[in-house]
């Protein structure tokens, strides 16, 4: 039970970190659109060291520990990564949502929903993961949970600025946008509750879901976030910012986890 209160406690910290974020777009900051390029680029660099030091290494440590033998951890690994990517694929392709450049995508019901819940799902859709990977680290032990949460933390600032001032931009009122924004934070301890929970059933799950939540989070980094921040011509920034971020959650893990 207190792995569970520490995992959910973990995703509701990232929530408010979304949050904190979108508070700046309501006394009136803006943020151009290379700065958001190169915070949304810092979010794929933590992302991307998570996914790698926080999840799939430990991931194959606790399968070869299970297991006995690299090969099989090695093949748990890559399934698990595999059924992450193609979980949160196939949530986009099921889930109705919207992007704010790219526009429409998933299901054939858009008509049905307001626009700017389409917006909510589409960010729902990428923070889940990340709940969903502070759980499982939480589940794999304190240390390294307070590492990924702290990690995912960090990036969700930025990231939630960005999503409060791209919708100001849209026409919606700021304090609107603020809500919205604290909406689309609240699925992540959701996420951390699931990841949480399931591995704390059976340690057999633990490298399963380790390696799921990595394989969730790679999806979205190439999926979503890459090609936005390469959208506007800011390369050399998105470039700088990923570097920066990954370079900062491998220091946090190793040092926290």
Known sequence: MQDILWGVGGGMVAA??????????????????????????FAAGVMLSASYFSLIIPGIDVAQEQTGSVWIAAAIAAFGIAFGAGFVAWLNHAIPHEHFKTGPEGGADQATFARIWLFVLAISIHNFPEGLSIGVAYGLDRANGVSVM???????????????????????SRTRALFYTALTGMVEPLGALLGVVAVSVSAVL????????AGAMLY????????ETHRN????????GLIFGLVLMMFLDVTLG
């Open 206 to 213: 633990l490298p399963w879901g380790l390696t799921f939540a």
């Open 150 to 172: 702290t990690g995912i933390s960090l990036q969700d600032m930025p990231e939630g600025l960005a999503v409060a001032v791209a919708l100001v931009g849209l026409g919606y």
């Open 16 to 41: 408010l970190a979304t949050t904190a974020g979108a508070i700046p777009a309501l006394i009136g900051r803006k943020m151009t659109q290379a700065t958001s390029d190169m915070m949304l680029g």
């Open 220 to 227: 979205i980094i190439s999926h979503e976030i890459v090609p």
């Open 233 to 240: 011509g800011h390369q050399r920034r998105a470039t700088t």
